[in-house]
């Protein structure tokens, strides 16, 4: 049943995204910069071409989510997505509406964390474009002993290519400042540049692919010892970083045009749509571009752009310049779909009382959520000046810790107090998918080398979100304080 507010929200927004929308938004936020930039880290991970294997297994994983994403969508279309499940889920009354808060306090952090690896992927390549973006102009590395966890660290750098991130951060924000329906159609046509880029990487991959290059892989590699297994949980979580952005739509719930259908079929199509484009993608990259480079540039942490370099070996220095502006072009469409979406889930916190009221304020002109979008960007362009690696990995981990386990454990108590809800779309093989989410990302969180730092941040954060959530609920005489909380 919707609350109150979450029917006056309902009215508020205009369902104006159908599903070649929904896809679109779904597709670009997945592609991003992701797999053009990601491929030295993900080889350096696996050790070899066998890196393939975590991108066939992610998109396994995602598949097995997005169908947790798609049932839950389907069922309650609201604005602010996975705000709106856990609170349901959960209780909205109680212990629903401690974890709803949590993941609204947990995205303040990892949605902007998201939209700045992006902008570090435009700094990168246009560090291509123009070498002086690559010079270094302050870094910092902090650095810690902690009891058990030992020795944690992150480096803070700042290089001319900051500000071209910064920037496209600033552009973003101005594309997604305006009606829902209007910012659908600005991620149609971005999307058009995504698979310009795409279809000329895959091309040349192909015509040039090198099969004994492609799959040169190391003595001893896919035996199944410890060592394999821990490349293999590093290679997951690139992997897994590289495809989120299926559940977009999610966000936009209560500005979708016949939510039940188009929901789950923007999911699942863009999974798909991604999935193949991705194996196809890489497996041609490889047959270019020897294995040992990419790891080479992951190991020196320089040289990123591999598509630029590939493009401009086979076709001269302007293909590789050229290849490099439409890397640009899908990073920044990424950057626009992450700050267009999420920008939605503060405001669908503020309206029920459970977040900061700023957030709940819609542009008059618009109707769009503007404080949400100007703050979410503001923290986007502070996040600019750290390491795409420690980036990716910061939020994959605080996500699957604060959002992913929490719902794929919440579809099957769904299903459970809620037997007669209507359910648009139901998982196929039930609770298989979900049973095989959570064994994935508990994977993917302890199988890799020094996994304690984000872990450790994770905690951090939670601890810190429930200090925040309990010192409200004590002042309001909410939850678990008081009388369980009346609904907004």
């Known amino acids: 049943m919707l609350t109150p507010a979450s029917d006056d929200r309902n009215q508020r927004l205009i369902r104006g995204i159908g599903l070649r929308e929904g896809i679109s938004l779904n597709v670009i936020e997945m592609i991003g910069v992701g797999p053009f930039i990601t491929i030295p880290l993900i080889v350096h991970a696996s050790g070899g071409p066998q890196a393939m294997l975590g991108w066939i297994l992610g998109a396994v994983l995602a598949v097995c989510d997005g169908m947790v994403w798609a049932e839950l969508g389907a069922a309650l279309p609201r604005a602010g997505g996975s705000y709106e499940y856990l609170k349901e889920i959960y209780g909205p009354r109680s212990l629903g509406r401690f974890l709803s808060f949590l993941y609204v306090w947990q995205l303040m952090i990892s949605a ?52 071209v991130g910064i920037g496209a ?36 991959g192909l015509a040039h692919f090198n099969a004994a290059r492609a799959f040169d892989f190391p003595p001893g590699v896919l035996q199944p010892n410890h ?19 299926y559940y977009n739509i999610c966000y ?28 196809v993608m890489n497996i041609s990259i490889l047959g270019v571009v ?23 070996r086979v076709y001269g220095t302007h293909a590789g310049q050229v290849a490099a502006i439409l890397i640009i072009w899908t990073a920044f469409a990424s950057v626009f779909s992450v700050l267009l979406g999420v920008s939605r889930i503060p405001y669908a916190a ?119 959530y309990l010192i409200r609920a004590h002042s309001r005489g909410e939850w678990p304080f008081g009388a369980r909380q009346r609904l907004a």
């Open 112 to 163: 902007p964390l998201s939209a700045a690896s992006g902008c570090v992927g435009i700094a990168q390549y246009g560090g291509f474009i123009i070498p002086a973006l690559q010079t270094v102009v302050a870094s910092h590395r902090f650095q810690g002993t902690m009891p058990i966890l030992g020795v944690l660290s992150a480096q803070v750098v700042i290089s001319h290519g900051t500000w």
């Open 169 to 204: 951060c600033v552009l973003a924000v101005a594309l997604a400042y305006r009606r829902v329906d209007m910012a659908g159609k600005a991620s149609t046509w971005l999307l058009v540049g995504v698979f310009g880029a795409i279809a000329w990487v895959i091309w040349t």
């Open 252 to 279: 936009l719930g209560a500005e979708v045009r016949e939510p039940g259908k188009t929901i789950p079929r923007a999911i699942l199509f863009a999974i798909v749509i991604v999935a193949a484009i991705y194996i």
């Open 350 to 468: 503020a309206l029920d009382g459970n977040f900061f009221q700023m957030f709940g304020r819609l542009n008059p002109h618009g109707r769009f959520p503007s404080s949400a979008l100007l703050c979410m960007g503001a923290l986007t362009c502070g996040l600019c000046i750290f390491r795409l690696a420690d980036l990716v990995a910061a939020l994959v981990v605080i996500r699957i810790m604060m959002q992913f386990i929490l719902q794929a454990l919440g579809v099957m108590i769904f299903r459970a107090r809620q037997p007669e809800r209507e359910r648009p779309f139901r998982m196929w093989l039930y609770p298989l998918p979900a049973l095989l989410s959570l064994a994935g990302f508990v994977y993917i969180l302890i199988s890799r080398k020094n996994f304690e730092r984000e872990v450790f941040l994770a905690v951090v954060l939670i601890v810190a979100g429930t200090v925040a």
């Open 290 to 312: 020897p294995w040992r480079e990419l790891d080479q540039a992951a190991a020196t942490e320089s040289r990123f752009y591999v598509i630029a370099t590939m493009m401009q």
């Open 227 to 245: 060592a394999f297994f821990l490349g293999l949980g590093s290679a997951m979580l690139i992997a897994t970083y590289d495809y989120w952005g």
